[in-house]
């Protein structure tokens, strides 16, 4: 009966910790904005950079940690060139998120969450609950990596290479 248990609870946390390896088709439909401000969809923003890998930082001008994270990420930058870095924001407003990348001086591909953090389905469908949030999609649109909190995540820096 022990090891019954035993196994039960292993096969249970296996299934709990278990990531997803792609987005959900509600997911791909989110509303973004180009640094153009141009409407597009986190499903055309993906197609925009299929067959690269992708470094996805979900972050805000807002978040201490987010900027805090900042040197290390742009240390990632160079250690790691040819990774798309992709930032999302889920700044308040539109001039905020404008504000941020300039005054931090990101260099990589950004968009703009429309619909704010909590009712993003992006978010929600990814279980959003901190940022900044990084994931990392391969070159063949799989999510390999579900969530690091830092850069300095082994497994995210496994990923990456």
């Given at each position: ?28 439909s989110e509303k973004m904005l180009t640094f153009n401000q141009e409407e597009t969809t986190f499903g055309q ?94 070159e063949t649109g799989k999510i390999t990596l579900y969530r690091a909190i830092t850069t300095e995540d082994e ?7």
């Open positions: 009966m022990k090891n019954l248990l035993i196994a039960l609870f292993m096969f249970v946390s296996g299934l709990l910790s278990a990531q997803q390896t792609s987005f959900s088709t509600e997911s791909l923003v993906l197609e925009k950079f299929k067959g690269q890998k992708i470094l996805i930082d979900f972050w805000a001008n807002w978040c201490r940690d987010c900027i805090e994270g900042m040197p290390s990420l742009k240390q990632l930058q160079k250690d790691h060139p040819n990774v798309v870095y992709l930032f999302l924001s889920l700044d308040r407003s539109v001039e905020s998120w404008l504000h941020g990348i300039e005054k931090y001086e990101l260099e990589g591909e950004h968009y703009f969450i429309v619909a704010g953090w909590k009712p993003c389905i992006l978010c929600s469908s990814i279980d959003l609950d901190w940022i900044p949030r990084y994931m990392v999609v391969d497994e995210l820096l496994k990923k990456l290479r």
